[in-house]
């Protein structure tokens, strides 16, 4: 089994999206493992949905539900992404990885160790490289985005998302209450500032700027106050954006790519 599945990515968001893309495209077979309730707000460019919808297409590459490690070995088989939804890695206690990435993006661990797979890498802060994975990526935007960490610890969370045409935290809405999200716009729309987007229960989110709606949760989803629901790009021409993966995942799917080969030499598929 190690065989056909060298590779297992943990989430499936968007920005795990832009690693496993990048991987399956170079021809690297690769497991994605994610929760039964994925909670992607770029949902149109994150192989997540195929939890939800069976099956997710983000640029050419199609990403599908999966209930065993074989039926993952058969779609993988046909040229898809298989997803299993194992938030646990119960999985791999049938086989061992020669190379597991912690996508997660969770800001913490969340149960990903360095003797899970010959190399561990993860994305982002909550982990120390060398301790919790072989690498750590710098997740950051920046002039280090990308970067491979050997020792040490990515760049911890701001809270604060970078600037887009001069706005930052005001592109990210979160939950006003409690409840269940009831959309009432689509990604990829454009709204104005303070329209009504959604409904958590009865209470409206209104948008904070006028431009782009890039990402939106699930209709349906249960959320908590304070609960990230929704980004929005100031920049009304960059539509097409909000369907393709984003320059910031190309840049640390290559980080991703590039740990991979500079320590398992022979290349494997």
């Known amino acids: 089994m190690s065989g056909e599945f060298p590779i297992v990515v943990r989430g499936g968001g968007d920005i795990a999206t832009g ?17 039964e309730r994925p909670s992607a707000i770029r949902r149109y460019v994150a192989f997540s949905e195929a ?11 199609e990403a599908v539900r999966v209930e065993s490690l074989e039926e993952a070995l058969q779609r ?14 119960s999985c791999l206690r049938q086989f061992r990885p020669k190379v597991l990435v ?36 710098e997740t950051m935007r920046g002039h280090d985005l990308g ?12 809270g604060v998302p970078g600037v887009i045409a001069g706005y930052g935290k005001e592109r990210v809405i979160h939950s006003p209450a409690d409840g269940i999200m009831v959309n009432c716009s689509r990604i990829g729309e454009i709204v104005e500032k303070d329209q009504v987007i959604a409904h958590v ?3 409206p989110v209104k ?6 709606l890039r990402g939106l949760l699930r209709d349906g989803y249960p959320v908590t106050k304070g609960f990230k629901i929704a980004d929005i790009d100031p920049r009304e021409s960059e539509q097409k954006n ?17 740990g991979i080969l500079s320590r398992q030499r022979v290349p494997f598929l």
């Open 51 to 61: 939890v939800y919808e069976g099956s997710w297409t983000v640029e050419g590459v």
């Open 76 to 89: 993988r088989s046909e040229g898809k992404v298989p997803v299993l939804a194992d938030a646990e890695c």
């Open 201 to 203: 229960g009865q209470v």
């Open 207 to 212: 948008a904070t700027l006028t431009g782009v």
């Open 242 to 258: 909000c369907f393709t993966i984003s320059d910031k995942a190309r840049c640390i799917a290559g980080g991703v790519l590039e």
């Open 147 to 158: 970067r491979i960490l050997t020792e040490g610890t990515a760049m911890p969370n701001t």
């Open 102 to 137: 912690d996508g997660i993006l969770a800001k913490k661990n969340l149960g990903t160790a360095i003797d899970m797979a010959d190399t561990v890498i993860a994305l982002g802060p909550g982990f120390t490289a060398g301790r919790d994975a072989h690498l750590v990526i």
């Open 19 to 35: 690693t496993i893309h990048r991987l399956h495209r170079c021809g690297f077979s690769v497991l994605v493992l994610e929760t």
